[in-house]
């Protein structure tokens, strides 16, 4: 399902900047619902980008981050066509990746 | 001297509204004259802002709030529930129908004429409404039509508009001449605690400041809904901001689908007539 991440990288001269947006809840375990109870903590713990079989970026998150994140980064070393592999996990086991082309 | 002051008082007040276009003068409405004079209002006062352009509410008056909203724009935050909407227009109801069925042209491309006099009943029909009456007549239960499955189908719906032009008609019949004066009226009345009418800061105060926020033209006010709104983080329709906006002038609000606000929104898209359908929008 890779429904859950939207993601455009575009490459400029010899660096390609990444923008990409995740869908989670990314829920801290300190809110409460309208009932008063807990909101149990759910959020993404590993977020991995990856061109071709290198890994270009990798993001450890917690609770702090907000809901429905957003990343925005460059890199060098890949070009235009090549092939970005976006994952991320969270801390229920939970996981999606997508895959989308350098432009 | 208490009369002089009086008469005083009341030149001022009349100088005051004489800014702002107009109410019609007591006597027949006339929708048409009146939508003229509401749009050349806003003309003359932002003449640099092109008329398309005042669909996007704040953007389109201040600087800085766009190039913000641009960036925003880059992955517009409704685009999740937008991709929701579409599947659930398209999944179909127990009997085997599906929203489709119960529109013109399948619900495609159709919400620039929402919301619309309906001669029948003799009511106004939004395009929430529409949607919920569509869930009746096929035996599914009705939707909340604040946020949820209701934002996104309607957020969808209005997607497929997209570029068309408001084409709200009020035909000459004198329920709907009613209902358009309600909302006019509702529009150009205060209310609440604060004593603020809708057009208290959407015409004689648009493009100023309210605190950390800009306030929107009333022309093009409701040409971007359903929104994001970043205070709500999630989708909403016109109804709950129409709530949200009498609360915040502490004014016990309506019910999102009351006859009132459906008279306020028919009022309110009718003078956005002619502007493109850009919903879904984001909004601070």
Same mark, same amino acid.
């Given at each position: 399902m890779a429904h859950t991440i939207r993601?455009?990288?575009?490459?400029?001269?010899?660096?390609?900047?990444?923008?990409?947006?995740?869908?989670?809840?990314?829920?801290?375990?300190?809110?409460?619902?309208?009932?008063?109870?807990?909101?149990?903590?759910?959020?993404?713990?590993?977020?991995?980008?990856?061109?071709?079989n290198k890994t270009v970026?990798?993001?450890?998150?917690?609770?702090?981050v907000s809901k429905d994140p957003y990343l925005k980064f460059s890199f060098k070393g890949a070009k235009k066509g090549d092939t970005l592999t976006i994952s991320w996990v969270d801390n229920k086991g939970m996981h999606d990746s997508t895959t989308a082309p350098i432009m | 001297m208490r009369r002089v002051i009086a008469a005083v008082a009341a030149l001022a007040m009349l100088a005051l509204t004489g800014a702002a276009p107009a109410p019609a003068t007591a006597?027949?409405?006339?929708?048409?004259?009146?939508? #003229?004079?509401?749009q050349d209002y806003f003309k003359t006062s932002f003449p640099k802002v092109p008329f398309d352009d005042f669909v996007n509410g704040p953007y389109a008056v201040n600087k800085g709030m766009r190039a913000?909203?641009?960036?925003?724009?880059?992955?517009?935050?409704?685009?999740?529930?937008?991709?929701d909407g579409k599947k659930l227009f398209e999944t179909k109801f127990a009997n085997g129908k599906s929203y489709g069925d119960c529109f013109p042209d399948k619900g495609i491309g159709i919400a620039q004429t929402y919301p619309h006099f309906d001669a029948k009943t003799g009511q106004v029909v939004t395009l929430v409404d529409a949607i919920n009456a569509c869930r009746v007549t096929n035996g599914e239960?009705?939707?909340?039509?604040?946020?949820?499955?209701?934002?996104?189908?309607?957020?969808?719906?209005?997607?497929?508009?997209?570029? #068309?032009?408001?084409?709200?008609?009020?035909?000459?019949?004198?329920?709907?001449?009613?209902?358009?004066?309600?909302?006019?009226?509702?529009?150009?009345?205060?209310?609440?605690?604060?004593?603020?009418?809708?057009?208290?800061?959407?015409?004689?105060?648009?493009?100023?400041?309210?605190?950390?926020?800009?306030?929107?033209?009333?022309?093009g006010l409701v040409a971007a809904f359903p929104i994001y709104r970043d205070a709500w983080g999630n989708i909403g329709t016109l109804g709950r901001r129409f709530v949200e906006c009498n609360a915040q002038v502490r004014a016990v609000?309506? #019910?999102?689908?009351?006859?009132?606000?459906?008279?306020?929104?028919?009022?309110?898209?009718?003078?956005?007539?002619?502007?493109?359908?850009?919903?879904?929008g984001t909004r601070p």
């Open positions: 993601v455009r990288a575009i490459a400029n001269g010899d660096t390609v900047q990444v923008q990409s947006l995740i869908q989670h809840p990314m829920d801290s375990g300190f809110v409460k619902d309208s009932a008063g109870k807990l909101i149990p903590p759910h959020y993404i713990e590993v977020v991995t980008f990856a061109a071709g970026f990798t993001a450890f998150w917690g609770p702090a | 006597g027949k409405s006339n929708p048409a004259a009146d939508l #003229k004079a509401f913000q909203w641009e960036q925003i724009m880059q992955f517009p935050p409704y685009d999740f529930e937008l991709a239960a009705k939707l909340d039509v604040s946020k949820g499955p209701m934002a996104e189908i309607a957020a969808y719906m209005v997607s497929t508009s997209h570029g #068309k032009r408001f084409d709200v008609t009020i035909p000459d019949d004198p329920r709907a001449l009613a209902a358009y004066e309600a909302g006019k009226q509702f529009f150009y009345s205060r209310r609440g605690q604060l004593n603020f009418s809708c057009a208290s800061c959407h015409v004689q105060s648009a493009g100023k400041r309210l605190r950390g926020d800009i306030i929107a033209p009333a022309l609000a309506f #019910k999102p689908d009351s006859t009132i606000y459906h008279d306020l929104e028919y009022f309110l898209t009718y003078m956005d007539n002619g502007l493109p359908v850009t919903g879904p």
